[in-house]
Each structure stands twice: as C-alpha cells, then as structure tokens.
C-alpha cells in the first residue's frame, strides 16, 4: 500500500459507455497526477492537478475528463472511448508540482470493447 | 526528445550486485538524476535521486560520475523481487510546473 488508492483495479467498458476512476491520496500532498501506460510505451503524463487547480493538459482527447474535488480526491471522467484506449492509467501524487518524489498507485487496468 | 539512453535490459544473479547504467550526456546543470522502477502490474516506485554527490539510501546507491554524463543506479545484493523495469530520468531543479517524463527504461531480470 503506498498511499494513494486507485478504484476500480479492473474495468471493462463500451464504447458508449460512461465510467469514472477514482484515486485518492492519505499523504497529505498537494499535487495530483494521471498517467496512461498502453503497452509496450512510456507512461505518458495526462493532467496534472496542482491545488485542485488543473495546471497541465496534455493535448488529451476530450473524452477523458479530470475533477479534483478536493487535494485528497482526483477523478478521471470517461466517455465514448476508443478500444485504443485501453491501458492501464496510473494516479501519483506529491508534495507539490516542483516535488520529484511522486508517490504511484497501483492503477486501473482499463479494457474498452 | 530523449534526456537518457538506457540498455534495454540486463539481468544479474540473484545475491549479486545489480549496475544499471543510464547516459544522460545533455544534462544540465540545474538537472537531478532520477530513479523509479516499476514492477509488473504495480504502479512506478521512486527510489533514490541526486544532482553532483553520489547518494545512498537503503533501497539503493547512485553514483553520478564527475561530469554527470553518465549515471549508475546500484542494487547491492538483488533479489527476485528486484525484477522490474528502472527508469533514469532526468529533471530540472525549478520550473513552475513539473512533470515526470517516463522513457522505455531497463528491465532488470533478477535469475536465481
């Protein structure tokens, strides 16, 4: 257990589908992150939450939609996704965006039929 | 644009000391060198870092050479559970708004 729980460990959706994933943080950090890892390729940083403020966008699609409620808290809203979607998408937080320590949930291993 | 070049995998046995390498020849002076590793189906896992002093901590050892174009993370006595995939990333000092950039990284076969 690391400190940031990511739910559910496993979803399986259609393409019409609307889900969410959750990650939730017990460290008391202020920044909160999600990644995408597909197979066979490098994590690739999607949103970066700072304050509950969104302070990067990677040029993600809009079908992924991030909330952060609150610092403890960071959604992933999903809708219309593409079976190339699938991955596993992987929640980290730290202390604050300059923070290199970042600190990974276990993530969601996200399959789109 | 790639900061480090890692082998793409190496193994070492089971007890021994595990030394991965990673070249970061463009680093600069305001860079620390990272290390995390992540292990199948678990999320990335921070392990040590370092900007020009060798450092130790009681997962691992980082020895930044001189010039700091080069790095080696040091598994003193690897176990099975040693076996992931460890990546060298280099990252600024300062900047607004950070962000860890994952390359393909090592993938370190532990054998018994």
């Known amino acids: 257990e690391t400190g940031v729980t990511q739910t559910p460990r496993h979803l399986v959706m259609g393409m019409t589908n609307k889900k969410s994933l959750k990650c939730e943080q017990h460290?008391?950090?202020?920044?909160m992150y999600w990644y995408k890892q597909s197979a066979k390729k490098p994590l690739e940083l999607m949103f970066v939450?700072?304050?509950?403020?969104?302070?990067e966008n990677n040029s993600v699609p809009s079908r992924f939609s991030p909330e952060c409620p609150n610092s403890s808290h960071l959604f992933l809203h999903l809708h219309t996704l593409q079976p190339e979607d699938s991955a596993l998408y992987l929640c980290?937080?730290?202390?604050?965006?300059?923070?290199?320590?970042?600190?990974f949930g276990s993530g969601t291993r996200l399959t789109v039929v | 644009d790639a900061k480090t070049t890692q082998p793409p995998s190496m193994d070492c046995a089971e007890g021994r000391a595990a030394n991965l390498p990673c070249n970061h020849s463009?680093?600069?002076?305001?860079?620390?060198v990272y290390w995390y590793r992540q292990i199948h189906s678990q999320g990335p896992q921070y392990i040590i870092h370092?900007?020009?002093n060798n450092e130790t901590n009681e997962m691992a050892s980082l020895i930044i050479t001189e010039d700091r174009k080069s790095s080696t993370l040091i598994l003193p006595h690897a176990t099975l559970r040693d076996t992931a995939v460890y990546y060298c990333?280099?990252?600024?000092?300062?900047?607004?708004?950070?962000?860890?950039?994952f390359g393909k990284g090592i993938t370190l076969s532990v054998r018994p």
């Open positions: 980290a937080s730290s202390q604050n965006p300059r923070d290199y320590g970042y600190t």
């Open positions: 460290l008391g950090h202020n920044a």
């Open positions: 939450y700072s304050l509950e403020e969104r302070v």
């Open positions: 463009t680093i600069s002076g305001n860079e620390y």
């Open positions: 370092g900007l020009k």
């Open positions: 990333i280099v990252r600024p000092i300062t900047g607004a708004n950070s962000k860890l950039t």
